[in-house]
Each structure stands twice: as structure tokens, then as C-alpha cells.
């Protein structure tokens, strides 16, 4: 075991963690270049977009969405009410720059989805939905309890959608949203927002109201953590850097202990 063996350790840590990084989804510095080139999704695709008070887009959500709302009725036997949002909607909301939230309002029921930022801001994502609308609403065929104001929620910070900033979500895939009952429930509604084909972005701020680079989902949902190859590439050149110098240390020790040898 020589210093050459040493300096190839370190040379192979440095370049797995600068190739790993560069093949890494990165931050999108602050130039504005073209949107990626997408695939079109199908006519029953809506877009919903909500622009600031200067009239810039902050969130876009294109996605061929169905809400799937489970009732009972008056025999106690279940149903379902199926609702495919249409491009026809009242939208409003909110943009901020952390947090920001974006309203759907038709034939008296409301989606909500707020959009969030990691703590780093390198990520933004969907952190929870929720729906709205009354027991009384015609949709519900002969339902139990009528005239209740009802609310169903998603878990508390679900992390859905996590995209690098500036970058918008794309997937083919079927994101369902589980929807129930807070604390204060009296109907055990639940649903299920399911978002198909679904492109979507928050925090865009972007004056040319375009679609950022597309940050594709992966078969499972799941995204790349942009940090763990460059960690791990410095963990390797460390971890030679400092078996070099404890070698360095040795070999300083064993000549002079062998020279204090000599001169006895």
C-alpha cells in the first residue's frame, strides 16, 4: 500500500461525486430560457392557472382530474358522487413566496391545494388539499343528514409533487389524494382526488407565464436527491485524504524514530 494507491482513491471520490452531481437534477439559475418541449395532453385535460396582483403567472395545474366523494343515504347504503373538473371554474388563491395556495370553485363544491416550499427552498411541493360543499348539494341522491357543511382534508403535509425550483411537474402516472373527515365530521364522507396526466407548477413568478424544465416522475413517484452523490463522492475523498495523512504521520514517526536508533 503506496501514496499512489492513496491519490487514486481520492481521484475516484472527487469525480463520483462531480459526474453524480452534474447527472443530477440541478437548481435553475436565475436566466430565462424556454420551457421544455412537453407532449400535449388530451382535450379533457383543464388548466387551471392563477396570476398575481401584477398579472404574473404563480401556479399553473393542468391535469385531467376526477373527484371521487363516497356518501351514505337514507337506507344506510353507499354511494358515490364521481366529478370531472371542468376548465369552466371560478379560481383564486393565493402567491407567496413560501407558501402560496391555489382555489377551485364549481357547481358548489371547492378544491383547495396549498403548495409549499422545503426549508432549504431548493424544492417546492403540494402540502395538502382539501374539499369543500354542503350535504344539500343536488349531486347527493336521497343523502343522509342533508344540509351539514361538510370539509374532507389530506393528511397533514403529504408531500406530494417535490420538484427542484423553477421546474414544473410532469407524470402520466395516477396521483391519488385521500380525502377525509376532520375532528369535527358528522357524515363520514370520505373521497379521493385523483390528478391524471398531471402537469403542474407553484412559485413560478415568471413574467413570460410559461412552463418551467419538466421534472419527469419516476414509475414509483419518487425523486433523486441531488445532494447524496456529491456527499458521497467528498465522503470518499475525505475518508483518503485522511488515510493519506495518517499514513504521513506514520512514515514521520518510523524514520525519525529510526534515526534517534542510529545515533545512540
Request: net charge positive.
Amino acid at each position: 500500500m503506496n501514496l499512489e494507491f492513496f491519490s487514486i482513491v481520492i481521484f475516484i471520490g472527487l469525480i463520483s461525486g462531480i459526474t453524480s452531481q452534474s447527472l443530477s437534477t440541478k437548481r435553475p439559475s436565475g436566466k430565462t430560457g424556454k420551457a421544455a418541449k412537453t407532449t400535449p395532453f388530451p382535450s379533457t385535460s383543464a388548466l387551471y392557472r392563477l396570476n398575481n396582483q401584477n398579472g404574473v403567472t404563480c401556479t399553473l395545474v393542468e391535469s385531467d382530474a376526477l373527484l371521487t366523494i363516497h356518501y351514505f343515504d337514507k337506507a344506510g347504503q353507499k354511494k358515490d358522487v364521481n366529478m370531472y373538473l371542468p376548465d369552466q371554474v371560478d379560481i383564486k388563491g393565493n402567491c407567496g413566496e413560501d407558501e402560496s395556495s391555489l382555489i377551485v370553485t364549481h357547481e358548489g363544491f371547492t378544491m383547495t391545494l396549498w403548495f409549499a416550499k422545503t426549508p432549504g427552498r431548493e424544492r417546492w411541493y403540494l402540502r395538502n388539499s382539501e374539499v369543500t360543499y354542503s350535504t344539500s348539494n343536488p349531486k347527493f341522491e336521497n343523502i343522509y343528514r342533508p344540509g351539514i357543511d361538510v370539509r374532507l382534508v389530506s393528511a397533514e403535509n403529504s408531500y406530494y409533487f417535490a420538484t427542484p425550483a423553477g421546474r414544473s411537474f410532469l407524470c402520466a402516472n395516477d396521483t391519488v389524494v385521500n380525502l377525509s373527515g376532520d375532528e369535527d365530521d358528522r357524515t363520514g364522507h370520505t373521497a379521493e382526488l385523483s390528478l391524471r396526466k398531471v402537469h403542474v407548477q407553484a412559485f413560478m413568478f415568471k413574467k413570460k407565464n410559461a412552463w418551467g424544465p419538466d421534472f419527469i416522475c419516476s414509475a414509483t413517484g419518487t425523486y433523486r436527491d441531488e445532494a447524496a452523490p456529491l456527499y458521497t463522492g467528498l465522503t470518499l475523498a475525505f475518508a483518503g485524504v485522511g488515510t493519506i495523512a495518517g499514513y504521513g504521520v506514520y512514515r514521520y514517526m518510523k524514520i525519525k524514530k529510526f534515526q534517534y536508533g542510529t545515533m545512540a
